[in-house]
């Protein structure tokens, strides 16, 4: 790969670092034993369990650190808008292969790698997790920890940087993260079908066995939509042997903004992460499905063990999405043995339990 010039290097945003502030916090915390909150822009509030603690905001800590567009590198503190870092991508024609759920105009890069949701794109180029290449932390005492680094290829050390992705905040406050990113396709277009569900779910599961330029499979509930990305010659004769009729791009990015496809806040949501070719489990009434079939969500009214048994049996896991009570759990409970090997992970991070404790399950 050719090395960009300097000139043509991202100098170093603004922004500022707050990690001896932020350190200081965490210290007399742990301290005092007394729980923290921590908080980036707020948007995923609605994820996991609610936590009791003192608020602990990294809005404050922000900015571009570097970006190398000729290694397909970008570093950026934890507080930066996820709106900030998706604008400098762009003016060198990239973007973040996974394509984050938004939220809102307050997302931050630290949430969106301690929540670990991904996009539509998921199923097409990977998870967060797999595009996570370090990470900067301050683990339980208020110490600063370094996993990873900024290359592809890192078989140095503990791999640390990938238990934070989708770890709550639970292990460690992320202060900084570097990210691979990927180069924005040539061209993209948009198809619809009159399909039902599970007709649309089996049909594409058969299409991506074979190559093709779909980025994108959901099923609203109404219609299959797909999305196709790549060349232009490509894609005219993917949609020509695709058939479907021409829809608009936009709902593809009014997808990214919504926290699940049935904004019904009272009704009793699940979201169901199954292999695509897995059939249904008869647990309710299944509204939309996304990554090719294999994120479902569905509305039950059936017990919390009920649809967790349901999942496993499928071949995958549930959660909780709306409005759980303190009480109750959110997340598909662990095997024994892995929520132990979780507790130790947590007793030698966070050892007095102050980072967004419960965040994710009761024990952690």
């Avoid at 043509?8 to 350190?23: N, R």
């Avoid at 649309?200 to 994108?216: C, E, F, N, Y």
């Amino acid at each position: 790969m050719a090395t960009c010039p300097a000139s043509e290097l991202a100098p170093p945003g603004e922004g500022a670092d707050e990690t001896a502030a932020l350190a200081d916090r965490v210290r007399r915390a742990a301290d005092a034993r007394r729980p923290l909150r921590i908080i980036g822009g707020d948007t995923k509030a609605w994820l996991g369990r609610p936590v009791e603690g003192e608020p602990l905001a990294l809005s404050a800590h922000h900015g571009i650190v570097s970006h190398d567009p000729s290694e397909l590198v970008l570093t950026a503190r934890a507080g930066t808008p996820l709106a900030e870092i998706e604008a400098q991508l762009s003016a060198h024609g990239q973007m973040l292969g996974f394509e984050p759920p938004r939220f809102g105009a307050a997302s931050t890069i630290g949430g969106v790698v301690a929540s670990g949701l991904s996009g539509q794109r998921r199923p097409f180029v990977g998870a967060v997790r797999d595009f996570v290449l370090g990470v900067a932390i301050l683990d339980g005492r208020g110490r600063r920890l370094r996993f990873g680094g900024t290359v592809f290829k890192n078989v140095a050390g503990f791999d640390g940087f990938r238990l934070m992705a989708g770890a709550m905040g639970l292990l460690g406050v992320i202060l900084e993260v570097s990210l691979r990113v990927v180069p924005r396709p040539r061209a993209e277009s948009a198809l619809a079908f009159e399909m039902d569900s599970e007709s649309a779910r089996l049909w594409v599961a058969d299409k991506l066995r074979g190559p093709t330029p779909i980025s994108g499979a959901v099923h609203d509930g109404a219609r299959l939509r797909l999305r196709l990305s790549g060349g232009e010659a490509a894609m005219r004769a993917a949609g020509a042997a695709l058939g479907g009729e021409a829809a608009p791009l936009d709902f593809w990015e009014s997808l990214r903004d919504a926290p699940h496809p049935a904004s019904t806040p009272d009704a009793p949501l699940w979201r169901l992460c199954l292999p695509r070719r897995a059939p249904p489990p008869d647990i309710g009434d299944l509204v939309a499905w996304d990554w090719a079939g294999a994120q479902r969500w569905v509305v039950s009214d059936l017990s919390a063990e009920a649809v967790w048994r349901a999942a496993a049996e499928a071949g995958g896991h549930a959660t909780r999405i709306h409005a759980p009570a303190a009480a109750d759990e959110v997340f598909q409970p662990l095997p024994p043995a892995m929520l132990a090997l979780h507790q130790r992970l947590k007793a030698a991070l966070d050892p007095a339990r102050v980072l967004n404790p419960g965040r994710m399950y009761r024990e952690l």
